[in-house]
């Protein structure tokens, strides 16, 4: 995979197509994450004396404009962090993004409005796609893939344009793709896993695909309901996904097969009703009120998560243990964050509501080994699939 040190970028026009899909509460950025992890490739790029065009997508516009997922104020933000003026095209591929970048001096940035704008970015028609894909890498004679968050997505910035220009990774996605190789191919052990989330049905390939590479695998979140009613118990009104019942016992036995502890709450915060001042108690995992559903994992299983983690060399981690937004639900999550700084090991967040979670609960970002952009991307990587943005990046 080619690097931006294999790039000569000077007095040259440089897509990067970055990952800066932020939540925003109106016109204001909640977490900006991403874009802070976005700044390093395109200050590298500044400094060689490139003219930078960053484009990225926001939220799921479904090929229309909608202002509510405009990324102007992330051109503000971002120009803030370069400690420059970004400027900023009001659409794609049209009028405003031909004539703001031609406008472009060596060392200065525009960010494109947002891809999803174009019904072309996403289109599973190929020649759909391949014609958007042109008028975008119309507008450079470099492309830098630094999106990690989208490497999974078949979408035009990502999978068609390096096809058509001179490509490399940015430091972002080498980056990401150096912490994935070191959880798939030379592991150090033990080598512990922890899944939460809401659904058991989203992490269905790579529970299958873990267990053939883990030592230990704890289960929270809203997915444990689901293997706790597996195992006959009953889970009253806490999220279940009935229809993979069979798939989870089929899970169940193949760790006991192959030797891998599968670790399950022991006890729950069950409350009354969904939302944060919901009257709650701790109760057993394997007998929660027909009345009552789990909002967090409780504090026996904290302890017992904290246990499983503490001797470990290296820990995934990829969903929160409870409902994390409300307060009272997010004493889960924050016990095995803490378990994952206080364990020594390499430890990898990855990506989504679990980056999120950290950033919320004001945890320190550098108690970590590496806080993924990418927590779908990162799933298919450990799932084994192959990702369509790194494929072509590749080429």
């Not at 990774?169 to 512990?192: C, F, I, K, M, Q």
């Not at 997010?330 to 679990?354: K, W």
């Amino acid at each position: 995979m080619r690097t931006l040190d294999d790039l000569d970028v000077k007095g040259r026009r440089v897509l990067v197509r970055a990952d800066l899909n932020v939540p925003l509460d109106g016109e204001t950025i909640t977490d900006d994450g991403r874009i802070r992890a976005s700044v390093p490739t395109i200050k590298t790029l500044v400094e060689r004396g490139a003219q930078v065009v960053v484009c990225a997508h926001l939220g799921r516009p479904k090929g229309k404009a909608d202002p509510k997922y405009s990324l102007r104020p992330v051109a503000a933000r971002l120009g803030e962090l370069l400690g420059q003026d970004v400027a900023f095209a009001t659409d794609v591929v049209g009028d405003s993004a031909r004539s703001t970048v031609e406008a472009l001096q060596d060392g200065q940035v525009v960010l494109l409005e947002n891809l999803r704008y174009e019904p072309g970015e996403e289109s599973k028609d190929d020649a759909v796609r391949g014609e958007f894909a042109a008028k975008l890498a119309g507008l450079a004679e470099l492309y830098v893939g630094d999106g990690f968050g989208a490497v999974h997505r078949k979408h035009a910035s990502v999978y068609d344009v390096p096809r058509l220009l001179p490509h490399a990774a940015g430091g972002l996605v080498v980056a990401e793709v150096e912490v994935l190789r070191r959880l798939t191919e030379d592991t150090e052990r033990p080598y512990v896993v922890v899944l939460g989330g809401a659904k058991v049905s989203d992490k269905l390939g790579v529970i299958a695909n873990l267990l053939t590479k883990v030592d230990r695998l704890l289960i929270g979140g809203g997915m444990a309901y689901t293997f706790l009613k597996a195992q006959g118990h009953e889970v009253g009104n806490s999220l279940l996904q009935e229809d993979q019942l069979d798939e989870v016992r089929g899970f169940l036995d193949k760790a006991e097969q192959r030797g891998v502890e599968l670790v399950l709450p022991v006890d729950v915060l069950a409350a009354v009703t969904f939302a944060a001042d919901a009257d709650h108690d701790v109760v057993e995992a394997t007998a929660i009120p027909a009345d009552r559903e789990g909002l967090d994992i409780g504090p026996r299983t904290r302890e017992l998560f904290a246990s499983k983690l503490a001797d470990a060399r290296t820990v995934f981690w990829n969903g929160p243990m409870g409902v994390f937004e409300f307060d009272a639900f997010s004493g889960g999550t924050r016990a095995v964050a803490q378990a994952l700084i206080d364990s020594g090991a390499f430890t990898v967040v990855g990506g989504g509501d679990s980056a999120a979670a950290v950033r919320k609960l004001g945890l320190p970002e550098d108690g970590f080994s590496h806080i993924s952009t990418g927590g779908g991307a990162s799933l298919e990587y450990l799932e084994g699939k192959t990702l369509p943005g790194l494929a072509a990046l590749e080429d």
